[in-house]
């Protein structure tokens, strides 16, 4: 559908003009941004190829690597919940050349869910910039009796010790969530833990468990098929992909756990310059505001960040390090 844009509406010479302007300022422009970028810049990814964070990486670095000047390099390496690229970052220098490009767990809930890690991600690395919200939701199996959050948790209340949840994982936030909602109805519902969303998936469609949370990537086809019934949605905001569906907070129920939202972001080794860090969060943000660039975070589920700064994400870095920590504590989540 066409939208009507400023652009949109620009005369012929009008569009000739700003054209001219941007021929005239784009060397300069370039110039300015291609400080740092000396040789191929390198982005570490925490997942292997092929997966939706890699796939947006890509799609995000062939945009930075005009702004920058230069290649920009995926690095995948998978493995022990993001610590190995989270490592390699780490020990990288602090010049602009390797960023991480991770999630909220490789890259803020790790520290509370390990004793012995070769680094802490809120004082080794240097917050950059987002590129999107990860918002997880609550779905059930179409037997269920519940169609929105007040009848859902009338239901478990009325089904108290009776009731199972899946989640993807020990500690991830769709057991925070659903534990959350456990104890405000009282129900004493017990948690499934699933080595990732796949298996989680299956039971629920198997009937084996009657709810659970997870990715609207791994959801959103069953859900369109009616044999899920997605209920809210963590986070500030809508999704995109299910624009139905409410958050959690218009739902009535604004509690840390349901309020807080993933993110998909990059981040620099400690140390990273002022400067640079700034150059990294204008092409990020000039990256994700393309349209394939916001087409392939909105096909993923995701909620698309084009106005970050390296301060603002390091003030919410700080702000929400301790709320997922006195979480994971409150469900009962013990480092390993």
Request: glycine letters at 10%; proline letters at 7%.
């Amino acid at each position: 559908m066409a939208h009507d844009t400023p652009l949109a509406r620009c005369s012929r010479r009008q569009l000739l003009a700003m054209a001219a302007g941007a021929a005239a300022a784009g060397p300069l422009h370039a110039q300015a941004q291609a400080g740092f970028a000396t040789r191929p810049v390198r982005v570490v990814v925490p997942f292997a190829a092929g997966g939706a964070t890699d796939v947006i990486t890509r799609v995000l670095g062939e945009h930075m690597a005009r702004r920058f000047g230069q290649p920009v390099v995926v690095d995948n390496k998978p493995g022990a919940a993001g610590l190995i690229a989270g490592e390699a970052v780490v020990k990288s220098a602090p010049d602009g050349m390797t960023a991480l490009l991770g999630t909220t767990s490789t890259m803020l809930t790790n520290k509370y869910l390990y004793q012995k890690t070769a680094y802490d991600p809120l004082t080794d690395l240097t917050p950059l910039v987002r590129v999107c919200l990860a918002p997880i939701a609550l779905v059930v199996s179409a037997d269920v009796p519940a169609r929105n959050m007040q009848e859902f948790m009338a239901w478990i209340r009325a089904n108290k010790g009776r009731l199972s949840y899946g989640s993807y994982g020990i500690g991830s936030h769709g057991q925070l969530a659903c534990a959350t909602l456990s104890d405000i109805a009282g129900a004493d519902m017990s948690h499934v833990a699933y080595k990732g969303e796949a298996p989680m998936v299956q039971d629920l469609l198997g009937g084996q468990i009657k709810m659970g949370m997870g990715s609207l990537l791994s959801l959103k086809a069953h859900i369109d098929a009616g044999k899920l019934r997605a209920l809210a949605m963590t986070g500030p905001r809508r999704v995109p992909l299910l624009p139905d569906v409410p958050t959690f907070a218009e739902a009535g129920y604004p509690q840390d756990a349901l309020a807080l939202v993933g993110w998909l972001a990059i981040a620099g080794p400690k140390g990273m310059p002022a400067q640079v860090a700034r150059q990294w969060a204008e092409a990020a943000n000039q990256a994700v505001a393309s349209r394939d660039g916001m087409a392939r975070i909105i096909a993923a589920g995701f909620v698309p960040v084009d106005d970050d700064t390296p301060e603002k994400f390091a003030r919410l870095w700080a702000q929400e390090a301790p709320i997922w920590g006195r979480l994971l504590q409150a469900a009962g989540v013990q480092p390993t």
